[in-house]
């Protein structure tokens, strides 16, 4: 840890910072030296100042900075993570607040490997299943191309299956399948969840590419790494692709307090949540 001085650290977490709005500051300098090693490995140096000394030289090519930025950047997820957003979701959002709608549109920002998506779609599956049959489109985004590539194969790992979703649902939404990569099974989303899913690239702080708008966005655990500005610039782009009285949901953690008056708050059993005015 030594090696990682004020000049390296400031280095990369001033990329960071510019290209993702992730801040690295002192209290976290470890995690970000810890991150790095996996990935100073994979690019064969011994040790970051080596990193660091090779890019002082040669400038940092476009593939190692992206995997920097990825690598600084945390994709936890999983299927039903915070279960009363999706009770939200699928006992008063869909069936009440879009009961006379034609379609929903919904947008997953910042949605890693896939998990939030899938697991609403499954809820829409489920609730057809009940006779509540709604067309739907799900949009999935997210600054790395690496998860979005696993969201877009749905693809799901043993471990990852296992964390959040019930025996039940995955036997009927998900088929055994064997990857080259692992000696233990995987799990492939049945067409039924992937055929209104789209995925793309996009970065949060970056112009967004043409996307329509939507009922309900969800934004979780992606703005408490973000400034204070770079939290008020994204939640005003989000209430300009609202439908009028949409929502938008944030991560347990987060909240609108001081950053946005576009919006109301509503609670939802112990959950809150936020209604374009
Ligand atoms: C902790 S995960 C959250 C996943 C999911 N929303 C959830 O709550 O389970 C945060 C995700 O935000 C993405 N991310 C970080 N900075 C971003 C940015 N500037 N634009 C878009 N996505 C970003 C990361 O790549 C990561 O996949």
């Given at each position: 840890?030594?090696?990682?001085?004020?000049?390296i650290?400031?280095?990369?977490?001033?990329l960071?910072?510019?290209e993702?709005?992730?801040?690295?500051?002192?209290?976290?300098?470890?995690?970000?030296?810890?991150?790095?090693?996996?990935l100073?490995k994979?690019?064969?140096?011994?040790?970051i100042?080596?990193?660091w000394n090779?890019i002082?030289?040669?400038?940092?090519?476009?593939?190692a900075?992206?995997?920097?930025?990825d690598?600084?950047?945390?994709?936890e997820?999983?299927?039903?993570?915070d279960p009363?957003?999706?009770?939200?979701?699928?006992?008063?959002f869909v069936?009440?607040?879009?009961?006379?709608?034609?379609?929903?549109?919904?947008w997953c920002?910042?949605?890693s490997?896939?998990q939030e998506?899938?697991?609403l779609?499954?809820i829409?599956?489920?609730?057809?299943?009940?006779?509540?049959n709604?067309?739907?489109?799900l949009?999935?985004?997210?600054?790395s191309?690496?998860?979005l590539k696993?969201?877009?194969?749905?693809i799901?790992?043993?471990?990852?299956?296992q964390?959040?979703?019930?025996?039940?649902?995955?036997?009927?939404?998900f088929?055994?399948?064997?990857t080259?990569?692992?000696s233990?099974p995987s799990?492939?989303?049945?067409?039924e969840?992937?055929?209104f899913?789209?995925f793309?690239?996009?970065?949060?702080?970056h112009d967004?590419?043409?996307i329509?708008?939507?009922?309900?966005i969800f934004?979780?655990?992606?703005?408490?790494y973000?400034?204070?500005?770079?939290?008020?610039?994204?939640?005003?782009?989000?209430?300009?692709?609202?439908?009028?009285?949409?929502?938008?949901?944030?991560?347990g953690?987060e909240?609108?307090?001081?950053?946005?008056?576009?919006?109301?708050?509503?609670?939802?059993?112990?959950i809150?949540v936020?209604?374009?005015?």
């Amino acid at each position: 840890m030594e090696e990682f001085n004020d000049n390296i650290f400031k280095y990369f977490s001033n990329l960071i910072e510019k290209e993702t709005g992730i801040q690295y500051d002192e209290t976290n300098k470890f995690l970000l030296f810890s991150r790095l090693q996996n990935l100073i490995k994979f690019l064969n140096f011994p040790d970051i100042l080596s990193l660091w000394n090779d890019i002082q030289r040669n400038g940092l090519n476009q593939s190692a900075k992206l995997l920097i930025l990825d690598t600084a950047t945390n994709n936890e997820t999983s299927f039903f993570r915070d279960p009363k957003v999706f009770d939200f979701f699928k006992s008063h959002f869909v069936p009440k607040i879009m009961e006379k709608s034609e379609k929903i549109r919904i947008w997953c920002a910042a949605t890693s490997t896939g998990q939030e998506p899938y697991t609403l779609a499954m809820i829409m599956a489920e609730l057809k299943a009940k006779g509540i049959n709604k067309s739907y489109e799900l949009l999935g985004t997210d600054i790395s191309e690496r998860v979005l590539k696993q969201a877009s194969s749905g693809i799901f790992s043993q471990l990852e299956i296992q964390r959040g979703l019930s025996a039940n649902l995955m036997i009927k939404y998900f088929e055994q399948i064997i990857t080259e990569t692992s000696s233990l099974p995987s799990y492939k989303a049945k067409p039924e969840l992937s055929t209104f899913m789209t995925f793309k690239q996009l970065n949060l702080l970056h112009d967004w590419p043409n996307i329509g708008t939507f009922d309900i966005i969800f934004c979780r655990n992606v703005l408490i790494y973000q400034s204070v500005e770079n939290k008020k610039n994204i939640i005003a782009r989000f209430a300009k692709l609202l439908n009028p009285r949409g929502y938008l949901i944030l991560g347990g953690a987060e909240s609108l307090l001081q950053l946005s008056n576009d919006f109301d708050f509503e609670t939802y059993g112990n959950i809150c949540v936020h209604r374009l005015k």
